[in-house]
Nanobody, 115 residues
Framework: QVQLVESGGGLVQAGGSLRLSCAAS????????MGWYRQAPGKQRELVAN???????NYADSVKGRFTISRDNAKNAVYLQMNSLKPEDTAVYYC?????????WGQGTQVTVSS
């Protein structure tokens, strides 16, 4: 019903930057919450950031001041600009959308930060 396609992951050195993109398609409704989660090896999935359709945002403490989430409602897209990357940011990053009480997830994209 809803499909999420992520791009932008890759390898980067500590201190570098990456920009993740996620395009949603299918049955997308006006009021939804979009966001990014990540899961590192041996750890549980955690919220990185989310954003409502009006633009209000929330960030995990570990990424505040370094990451910026944004969205383009006309394109049903959400982005994550990641600056000053650290090795601890290494994880699989998942795009998400919550609408009408139902969560949807992308397939994940690998981000690896070398020291």
């Amino acid at each position: 019903q809803v499909q999420l396609v992520e791009s932008g992951g890759g390898l980067v050195q500590a201190g570098g930057s990456l920009r993740l993109s996620c395009a949603a398609s299918g049955s997308i409704f006006s009021n939804n919450l979009m966001g990014w989660y990540r899961q590192a090896p041996g750890k549980q999935r955690e919220l990185v950031a989310n954003i409502i359709s009006g633009g209000s945002t929330n960030y995990a403490d570990s990424v505040k001041g370094r990451f910026t989430i944004s969205r383009d409602n006309a394109k049903n897209a959400v982005y994550l600009q990641m600056n000053s990357l650290k090795p601890e940011d290494t994880a699989v990053y998942y795009c998400s959308v919550l609408q009408r009480g139902s969560p949807y997830w992308g397939q994940g994209t690998q981000v690896t930060v070398s020291s």
